[in-house]
């Protein structure tokens, strides 16, 4: 099994260097099929690939020059299995150049030596004073919005297209791995191709280690990613962020067109779409340079696209946690902490984590519970009281036992007490239902009501829920004609029904027996 960095050197001194497989292979000491496998690989879901080296000038191909190279460079935005081999150059040269009289071997010769120079790009660190097509810069900016009423502070990728100008952003609850694949891949997607090169600043999602002499240590996942959609990826000089300028302005020029007022909306992933129907109204106002749209010039930008992976990229990224003996797992540094349930407690859990829900599941990969994302250094948790009260509606005896009581709202427990052992089962299976239907916080609400009115039967705490969230109305009071004395509002005591009930039961009991 190769490690990243070879498969990448392969595929480097493929594609960009034009070393032939054989080539490859001796180099490196490897066998010609373990060069072949990583070259043909499309799926960098689990390994990874890249390209580099060799070759010489032919001056009797001078009249026939401009047109191989307009022919090699068309290549680029081509898949490696449908770009010119030297054998079909030398077949449509003979075809369609009339006074074309040179050998195979002296095609083969040059196409060899200007693959070199076509397909190695830039080296680390290089950077053009001109943005050719098909270039882009990528950066995060900072934004407050309004989900479903609650005011965050996010942060929006920014992908834009120097040539051109156009950009385009979309909002996250927070900036990291997630976020950044989810993100490029959405705008890879919407615009039907893949950039051929990237430009990043040195963020540490990306980059674990800059090496003395402009290299950088890459993390696995974005080496994947990178290889995957088959970009190239040129970094920043630290600190000199105005290398990539571009997107360095679109960053805060969308914000201030796009952002503000202040974002509200009830769903993120609908209001993303709505951004990139933004992003491509913006692209039909002038270029400030050119005597065009950016549109229009966006055009030349889609024509050298890399064409997108025909397979899918796993964004989210797996992984697994030890709960606790509260059946709880933290992450972010121990900052944030999510319940899963009490049925794993001290026992290792898997996870797979997008950009907005953690997904827990257990040793089969079957779902426990998720939970959104939490953001922020701050010390934060999300709770899912579903399996917690699940569990203890089966084991009613040991609610007071165990360290889920004392985690319950303080009302809560003050309700569970007044309750009778015989019904607290019952109860709390109540709860869990009334949970599952309509969150945590109803079932909460409802057990302040049933405070409120001293009911403590599962029969009441039902009846409650229904009036006030199944539209249940409450009647006014009766109005009184002028004249009749107002009384005074007796507060309703279910529990003086309950006992007006049983002696209404024992007198008819009493009433059957002496028939």
């Not at 010769?109 to 397909?119: G, L, S, T």
């Not at 340079?289 to 992976?309: C, G, M, W, Y």
């Not at 701050?378 to 917690?388: F, I």
Request: net charge positive.
């Amino acid at each position: 099994m190769l490690t990243m960095d070879q498969v990448h050197d392969i595929r480097e001194r493929y594609y960009e260097k034009g070393e032939n497989v054989s080539q490859i292979a001796a180099t490196l000491k490897l066998d010609w099929r373990t060069v072949r496998k990583y070259i043909d690989k499309e799926d960098f879901n689990e390994p990874a690939p890249k390209t580099a080296s060799d070759q010489r000038f032919c001056p009797k191909l001078d009249p026939f020059k401009d047109v191989i190279d307009e022919w090699l460079v068309a290549d680029k935005s081509a898949p490696r299995k449908q770009r010119h081999t030297a054998k079909r150059v030398y077949i449509r040269l003979n075809k369609e150049m009339k006074d074309f009289n040179c050998s195979y071997r002296l095609v083969a010769e040059y196409v060899a030596f200007r693959k070199k120079e076509i397909f190695k790009g830039p080296k680390t660190g290089y950077l053009p004073l001109e943005h050719k097509p098909g270039e882009a810069q990528v950066d995060f900016g900072t934004a407050d919005f309004y989900e479903n009423g609650r005011r965050i502070t996010g942060k929006y990728l920014e992908v834009s297209f120097p040539y051109s100008n156009k950009g385009f952003l979309q909002l996250f609850y927070g900036e990291n791995m997630e976020c950044l694949f989810e993100g490029l891949d959405r705008i890879f997607r919407h615009i039907g191709g893949v950039p051929h090169e990237l430009w990043f600043d040195n963020t540490k999602t990306i980059v674990t280690e800059i090496i003395k002499g402009g290299g950088r240590t890459l993390t696995e996942r974005f080496q994947r990613f990178r290889e995957h959609y088959g970009f190239r990826a040129i970094f920043m000089n630290p600190g000199e962020g105005h290398e990539k300028g571009n997107v360095e302005n679109k960053v805060g020029y969308q914000r201030r067109n796009f952002l503000v007022p202040l974002p509200r909306f009830i769903s993120l992933a609908d209001y993303n779409r709505h951004l990139l129907d933004l992003c491509e109204e913006d692209a039909q106002r002038g270029h400030y340079r050119h005597n065009s749209t950016i549109e229009e010039l966006f055009q030349a930008d889609l024509k050298v696209l890399r064409p997108l992976p025909t397979i899918q990229f796993e964004t989210s990224k797996r992984s697994t946690a030890r709960t606790n003996k509260w059946g709880k797992i933290y992450l972010n540094k121990s900052q944030h902490e999510y319940s899963v349930s009490p049925k794993y407690t001290e026992t290792t859990v898997n996870l797979v984590l997008s950009s907005d829900m953690v997904f827990i599941l257990d040793e089969n990969f079957r779902e426990i519970v998720r939970h959104r994302r939490l953001y922020g250094e701050s010390k934060q948790q999300q709770m899912d009281w579903l399996p917690y009260l699940r569990q203890l509606s089966r084991r009613p005896r040991a609610l007071k036992y165990t360290g889920i009581y004392e985690m319950m709202p303080k009302t809560m427990r003050q309700y569970l007490e007044s309750c009778k052992n015989t019904e607290l089962g019952q109860i709390l299976k109540t709860l869990a239902t009334l949970t599952e239907k309509t969150g945590f916080e109803s079932a909460l609400c409802t057990v302040d009501q049933a405070l409120q009115y001293q009911a403590t039967d599962n029969d009441s705490l039902k009846n409650l829920y229904r009036r006030v969230y199944m539209d249940v109305p409450e009647l006014p009071p009766m109005r009184l004609n002028p004249g009749i004395p107002e009384m005074s509002t007796l507060a309703p005591s279910l529990c003086a029904y309950d006992e007006f009930i049983k002696r209404m039961e024992v007198s008819t009991n009493v009433k059957s027996r002496n028939s």
